[in-house]
Nanobody, 119 residues
Framework: QLQACGGGLVQTGWSLRLSCAAS????????MNWFRQAPGKEREIVAS????????YYGDSVKGRFTISRDRAKNTVYLQMNSLQPEDTAAYYC??????????????WGQGTLVTVSS
């Protein structure tokens, strides 16, 4: 089970840090991912981190502003979001991939945490 938290209402330019903790199973051998879905839009990949943190991926719209990281000992993945913009407003979901890297075989989703950025 994945539990995401850290969302909230912030102003343009502010920062937020999302966390996603896993319970009931270890995720140390799995890639972890953050997706987001804005109202009226399809869900999109935001960031991905491989099982050991050696490889990361960022969507074009968040490159240079967001950083994904993980603490394998705590079974937790983070998303540091800086310089937030109104277009970052969305529900953010963490997801575990069944493979060690990528997001092509999602095994489980977190419940989502809402990020709202006011202009």
């Amino acid at each position: 089970q994945l539990q995401a938290c850290g969302g909230g209402l912030v102003q343009t330019g502010w920062s937020l840090r999302l966390s996603c903790a896993a319970s009931g199973r270890t995720l140390s051998n799995n890639a972890m991912n953050w997706f987001r879905q804005a109202p009226g839009k399809e869900r999109e990949i935001v960031a991905s981190i491989s099982w050991n943190g050696g490889h990361t991926y960022y969507g074009d719209s968040v490159k240079g502003r967001f950083t994904i990281s993980r603490d394998r000992a705590k079974n937790t993945v983070y998303l540091q979001m800086n310089s937030l913009q109104p277009e970052d407003t969305a529900a953010y979901y963490c997801a575990v991939n069944k493979k060690a890297a990528g997001w092509d075989l999602i095994g489980a989703w977190g419940q989502g945490t809402l990020v709202t950025v006011s202009s």
